[in-house]
C-alpha cells in the first residue's frame, strides 16, 4: 500500500490506510519490514539504469541494492520509531512529527541527500489541498497525509477535520493568489522537442551523432511554428558545447537566430572538468548558461567508498563530473528561466533558490535511464510538486517521454507519449 501510490498506478489514497496499519502495530520490526518492501519495490526501477545501461551484472546490482534498501528502511523508518519509544512514547502525537524530520534528514544526508519518494509529493492528487503548498512545502504536506492516518487510529476526528480545514483554507487564498498574478502575466509561446534518443544510443558518440539531423530538422519545424522559446531536453545532442568546430554546433548556433533556444549540453571547461550545463541560444552564442549543482551519486560523481567500482564497470568510469556553483535563472529579455537539471527538481531548497527570480521553470532532463518504469513517473510527480510550490508554469522537457506543460496549480496540460519524437506548442504565462 505504501509502493502503489507512488507507482504509474496512482492509487495516491492508499497511503492513509499504510500509515494507519503501522501507527496501529508500534512494533519495530514492523515498520522495518514494510519500509524494507516499500523501498525494495519503489526502487527496483534502478535496475534499468544499472544493469542494462551500466553493464552491472544483476547479481552485482543487488548485492549493492539490498544493503541501500536496508540503510533506508533503518533510516526512514526504524529510527523514528525507535527514538519515540524510547523517548517520547508517552506522547503519541509526535510520531508523525518524527517521520517526517527524517523524511527532511534524509533529503539532505548523506552525499546530499536522497529527497525521493516524500510522502507529500502524493498531495498533488487532491485538488484544492494541493494548491496550500504555495504557503507550506512539500514536508508539511507529508505530515498532514501521515498525521490523518494516527488521528484516524486515535479517533481523533475533530482535529482531523481542523487540520483539513486549515490546509483548504490555505489553498482556497492560494487559488485566489495565483489567478491574480496570472491575469498580469506575459503569455510565452513555447515549442518543446522530445528527442527520442534511445539510451543505448546516447552511450555511443558515433550512434548518437547519427540522431543530430534529425533532432536539428525539429528545431527548424519548431521555428515554422513561430515560438518565442524553443526547448530541448538534457544532454539533447552528441558535442560539447566547446566542440566549436562540429557542424551540428555551427548549425544549432545558426538557427538560434531565428528563435531562442534552450538545451541541455554536456561541455568541459577548467582543465578537464565535465560540466552538465543548460545553454540559452540566442543569435549563434549563449547568451546565459547554468551548470549543474547537485550532482546524483555514481551517476555523475563517485563519492567515497565506492571508488573501486569505476575500476570494475568501464560504463560508469571517467572523470567525475564537476558542480556548478551558480544558482540564478537564465535571462533573456523578458524572460527568466530557472532550470534545474534532472535529479534536481527533487531538491526544495534549489528549486526554491533558482525560481525566486524566475517567472518560469524548465526542467531539462533525460529519463532513458529508467525506461518507462516506476522511476519515471516518480521524477515526474516532483515537477508537479514544484509548480504548485512556486505558483509559476513548469516546461518537463524529457528526451524519452512526458514532455509537455504543467501549470501553477500543478494541472498537466499536456504530455507527449513514450519515446514519441516530436515537437509541441504551448501558450504558457510567465508568472513573476
Not at 524529457?398 to 500543478?410: C, K, V
Request: hydrophobic letters at 45%.
Amino acid at each position: 500500500m505504501l509502493y502503489l501510490p507512488f507507482s504509474k498506478y496512482e492509487l495516491w489514497f492508499l497511503v492513509l490506510p499504510a500509515f494507519m496499519l503501522l501507527f496501529k502495530f508500534r512494533e519495530g520490526y514492523f515498520w522495518f519490514f514494510s519500509g524494507f518492501v516499500f523501498f525494495s519495490l519503489s526502487l527496483r526501477c534502478a535496475s534499468v539504469a544499472a544493469v542494462e545501461f551500466g553493464e552491472i551484472p544483476t547479481v552485482f546490482f543487488y548485492l549493492l541494492f539490498l544493503p541501500f534498501v536496508l540503510f533506508m528502511s533503518l533510516y526512514q523508518f526504524y529510527a523514528p520509531l525507535k527514538l519515540w519509544r524510547t523517548f517520547l512514547k508517552n506522547q503519541s502525537w509526535t510520531l508523525p512529527f518524527i517521520y517526517v524530520l527524517f523524511e527532511i534528514l534524509r533529503s539532505h544526508f548523506p552525499y546530499g541527500g536522497f529527497p525521493w519518494l516524500v510522502v507529500g509529493e502524493l498531495s498533488v492528487y487532491i485538488p484544492v489541498i494541493r494548491d496550500s503548498l504555495l504557503y507550506t512545502q512539500v514536508y508539511m504536506l507529508s505530515l498532514l497525509l501521515i498525521a490523518t492516518g494516527f488521528l484516524l487510529v486515535e479517533k481523533r476526528l475533530k482535529t482531523l477535520v481542523v487540520m483539513w480545514l486549515l490546509f483548504t483554507l490555505f489553498g482556497v487564498f492560494a487559488i485566489e493568489e495565483k489567478e491574480k498574478k496570472l491575469l498580469e502575466a506575459n503569455s510565452l509561446r513555447v515549442a518543446l522537442i522530445q528527442t527520442a534518443v534511445p539510451q543505448g544510443d546516447k552511450l555511443d558518440r558515433e550512434s548518437f551523432r547519427k540522431h543530430a539531423p534529425s533532432i536539428l530538422q525539429m528545431v527548424e519545424q519548431a521555428i515554422a511554428m513561430n515560438p518565442e522559446l524553443i526547448a530541448l531536453p538534457e544532454s539533447a545532442l552528441h558535442f560539447l558545447y566547446s566542440d566549436e568546430g562540429d557542424e551540428y554546433l555551427i548549425k544549432l548556433k545558426e538557427l538560434s537566430y531565428k528563435a531562442p533556444i534552450l538545451v541541455g549540453l554536456v561541455d568541459i571547461r577548467e582543465g578537464m572538468k565535465p560540466y552538465n550545463s543548460a545553454y540559452l541560444l540566442k543569435d549563434g552564442y549563449a547568451v546565459d548558461y547554468y551548470d549543474k549543482v547537485r550532482l546524483f551519486p555514481i551517476g555523475e560523481y563517485m563519492p567515497w567508498p565506492f571508488g573501486f567500482l569505476k575500476e570494475l564497470f568501464p560504463a560508469i568510469s571517467g572523470l567525475d563530473y564537476a558542480s556548478g556553483e551558480r544558482q540564478k535563472p537564465l535571462q533573456y529579455k523578458n524572460m527568466m528561466i530557472a532550470t534545474p537539471i534532472c535529479f534536481e527538481v527533487a531538491y526544495y531548497g534549489l528549486v526554491k533558490k533558482l525560481s525566486e527570480e524566475a517567472n518560469l521553470i524548465a526542467v531539462l532532463t533525460n529519463d532513458g535511464w529508467f525506461k518507462d518504469s516506476d522511476c519515471t513517473h516518480q521524477h515526474y510527480l516532483w515537477a508537479r510538486v514544484r509548480a504548485l510550490e512556486n505558483g509559476k508554469y513548469v516546461l518537463w522537457v524529457n528526451n524519452t517521454g512526458d514532455t509537455g506543460s504543467i501549470d501553477p496549480y500543478g494541472r498537466v496540460l499536456e504530455r507527449m507519449p513514450y519515446m514519441k519524437r516530436g515537437v509541441s506548442l504551448h501558450e504558457v504565462k510567465l508568472v513573476p
